[in-house]
């Protein structure tokens, strides 16, 4: 799984490959894109590019592309008597006399019936910096049909057509290489995949970066540099796009959190009112039954006062001449108001009846100002209703702490 893992930041699991070659009518261009599933290999597209600048908008960046230089460049030759296994020995021995530090090789075969692929450095690096200015990061490259190495274990065939070159094997060994026409193609069965012979320098690039295939050239190092600025490449999209994704998943938590978290504060500041608005109810009704609880208490101080001795002594002094109709004993001061507090006339009476004899009436009165209890007397009202009866109101005043 860490294996996996790795391999996935580091490259992927997509691939292309790209030949350039060249035809009667300029350069060609042969784009294969394969994918690695489940131990497999797909081709999930092949075209031929009408020119390198066409390459951008046809792959992947995020993928590593292997590049075959094959052009008219490209110098090869096979040695056929060999007893060095020395590889300077053996491109020195292809092309005498040559100066290796302007021209890279690269040699396949080298205990065998070598083959040695030369080419100027400068061509080189001039497609190099043609696929930079692309923006087209390369993880590494091969000269001629050198790749091809890759790939012929798992053919049957005796000859091979690549893009420019027919190749004739003998024991699995090339044995000899001659141009061919473009035109002349044919199709392959590698392992259930169909390939065309356009696409199986492209396909064995692909190959034998999968199977870690040693290499004998003089390009090591800027190979390594191309692959090491791939990768970096790779490693820093896939981390950014994995921290965008990771950071874009903590803020959809946070905004999950904060959602839940915000709706119960919503349901306890509701919970809160409702329970506010009952504080308030009970407060309310709190006042309402301190207030009735007043009057009671008013009424009922005002009951156990000396009410009852007072109405008996009063009751004593009334003459036969005099009938009662009504007694108010301190009373309302106001009209009861909700909500206002029970104010009473204390320590005072109010008495209405009916007199029979003015003369009697003004007697009574005189005697109850007589009265140690009372304070006052005073005739508020006294209004003749007959010949001999007359209505009359008097308010008595009174000691209460008697």
């Known amino acids: 799984m860490v294996k996996k893992l790795r391999t996935y930041l580091k490259e992927g699991f997509t691939y292309s490959g790209l030949e350039i070659s060249e035809s009667e009518k300029g350069e060609a261009y042969y784009l294969l894109e394969l994918k690695k599933s489940k131990g497999e290999l797909l081709i999930t597209n092949k075209k031929e590019l009408e020119s390198l600048d066409a390459l951008p908008s046809s792959i992947q960046k995020k993928y590593p592309i292997f590049l075959c230089i094959n052009t008219s460049d490209i110098l090869m030759k096979k040695v056929d008597f060999n007893n060095n296994t020395n590889v300077e020995a053996i491109v020195y021995q292809a092309f005498p006399n040559i100066d290796l530090n302007n021209f890279y090789y690269e040699v396949i075969q080298k205990e065998k019936s070598p083959v040695v692929t030369l080419s100027r450095r400068e061509s080189v690096d001039s497609i190099l910096r043609q696929l930079q200015e692309l923006k087209v990061k390369i993880s590494t490259f091969s000269l001629g049909v050198s790749a091809l190495t890759n790939v012929i274990p798992y053919l049957e065939e005796e000859t091979m057509i690549v893009s420019n070159h027919e190749i004739n094997i003998i024991n699995k060994t090339i044995e000899s290489l001659t141009l061919a026409k473009a035109e002349n193609k044919r199709l392959y069965k590698i392992n259930g995949l169909e390939l065309s012979s356009s696409y199986l320098l492209s396909f064995s690039q692909i190959l034998g970066n999968l199977n870690q295939s040693a290499r004998s050239t003089n390009f090591i190092e800027v190979t390594e540099n191309l692959k090491w ?39 306890l500041n509701a919970a809160m009112e409702a329970t506010s608005s009952k504080k308030d109810e009970l407060t309310f009704l709190d006042a309402s039954v301190k207030r009735k609880q007043e009057r009671v208490e008013t009424l009922s101080k005002s009951s156990n006062s000396k009410a009852t001795y007072y109405l008996d002594l009063f009751a004593q002094r009334i003459p036969t001449s005099i009938l009662l109709s009504d ?24 008495v209405s009846g009916i007199s029979k004899d003015v003369n009697a009436f003004s007697f009574w009165v005189e005697e109850l100002e007589k009265e140690e209890w009372i304070n006052s007397v005073e005739t508020l009202d006294y209004d003749y ?18």
């Open 385 to 402: 209703a007959g010949k001999s009866t007359s209505n009359f109101l008097i308010e008595i005043g009174f000691h209460e702490d008697r």
């Open 327 to 350: 007694i108010k004993y301190q009373p309302l001061a106001k009209p009861v108001r909700e909500n206002k507090p029970i104010l009473l006339e204390e320590g005072t009476m109010l």
């Open 229 to 267: 600025e791939f990768r970096n490449f790779r490693i820093f999209n896939q981390v950014l796009k994995f921290s965008l994704v990771f950071f874009i998943v903590l803020l959809l938590g946070n905004f999950f959190a904060y959602n839940s978290y915000h709706e119960e504060v919503g349901h």
